[in-house]
């Protein structure tokens, strides 16, 4: 909340329409960059869990012990975290395609 105050109160001239345009513009790219920094790549995260989970089973099969189901378990949490923010990014891509085509559409069906 604070990124978000601290982008949207930077002054910025010119009529109400444009500066809400520079201000969402602004604000899109600073929380862009706060994602990554908090995050990193989701995708590649995704990918580096998928590695550490086939690792830690075979730990696991290899060494049936506490450690290894705990360390098993804490992977696959953090696993299971990644994917689901995958899913909503990939949600979210798709909706967003979805509106500017159903734009377009109903833009040609005017004409």
Known sequence: MEI???CWNEPIEGNPMWTFHQKMKSLASTLSGWSKMQFGDIYAKVTEFE???KVAEDNLIQSNTEKHREELHG?????????????SIIKQKTQLQWFKEGD????????
Do not use: Q, W
């Open 4 to 6: 978000v105050t601290a």
């Open 75 to 87: 992977i696959n949490a953090e696993y299971s975290r990644y994917m689901k923010l995958e899913d």
């Open 104 to 111: 377009g559409n109903s833009n040609n069906s005017m004409h």
């Open 51 to 53: 590695e550490r989970v």
